[in-house]
């Protein structure tokens, strides 16, 4: 079984520029979640869909992050602008439902600085 | 608010003795317990969860976990380490309450170093 795919692997861009990450998560599996990772901390959630629609956003930063899943398969995260504070580990996860009890399959990651 | 506690930085120990990560938690209901391991440059693993049942849960790669719901905790053990155990441990909940909506929160990552 194929897992969470993840890409760019690295991104190095200025602060204010723009970036989007993609992900693919493993087929089937309706739930899709966004993580920040920063240096020396556990993953934060970003944004948590449930098919294409939104089931929590309540930590992502709107006036600069933005997410969607078209089609309830693949997801982007964009960042625009980036700020030096951006510069973390963007982990994808996807799970098989919904259910609370549902382990999250994650992604290998892109790692952003931001400089 | 949920919340995950790892007190441990880091926990050395030498190879072939137990290994003991500690995980503490806090939700407004019942919990559902994760762990996860980080290896460098890579996502994270998913170990074992607590779901119901037996308080003693057992995972992958021979680690183990027990669930003491006066204490909240859920720490993850291993009765004898080894040098490829050394990495990144994160434990994890979600609140079985549904108001709650299904977050998945992260305790802040336990590094273990096993020496040979």
């Known amino acids: 079984e194929a897992g969470v795919a993840q890409s760019p692997r690295y991104k190095i861009i200025e602060k204010r520029q723009s970036v989007a990450f993609w992900c693919n998560p493993i087929?089937?599996?309706?739930?899709l979640y966004w993580y920040q990772q920063i240096l020396g901390q556990g993953p934060k959630l970003l944004i948590q869909?449930?098919?294409?629609?939104?089931?929590?956003d309540s930590q992502l930063p709107k006036d600069r992050f933005s997410a969607e899943r078209l089609k309830g398969v693949d997801s982007t995260l964009k960042i625009q602008p980036a700020k030096l504070e951006d510069s973390a580990v963007y982990l994808c996860?996807?799970?098989?439902?919904?259910?609370?009890?549902?382990?999250?399959?994650f992604g290998q990651g892109t790692r952003l600085t931001v400089v | 608010a949920q919340s995950v506690a790892q007190p441990e930085d880091q926990v050395n120990v030498a190879e072939g003795n137990p290994l003991t990560v500690k995980c503490t938690y806090s939700?407004?209901?019942?919990?559902?317990l994760f762990w996860y391991v980080q290896y460098p440059n890579r996502g994270l693993q998913f170990l074992l969860k607590y779901i119901t049942g037996d308080n003693l849960v057992k995972g992958s790669y021979g680690f183990e976990a027990e669930f003491n719901k006066s204490q909240t905790s859920f720490h993850l053990k291993k009765p004898s380490a080894l040098v490829s155990d050394s990495a990144l441990y994160f434990c994890?909940?979600?609140?079985?309450?549904?108001?709650?909506?299904?977050?998945?929160?992260f305790g802040g990552g336990t590094r273990v170093l096993v020496k040979p």
């Open positions: 939700v407004s209901g019942n919990p559902y």
């Open positions: 996860a996807s799970s098989f439902g919904a259910a609370a009890n549902t382990e999250a399959f």
């Open positions: 869909f449930q098919n294409n629609g939104v089931v929590d």
């Open positions: 994890a909940v979600r609140d079985r309450w549904e108001a709650a909506g299904n977050k998945l929160t």
């Open positions: 087929s089937g599996h309706a739930t």
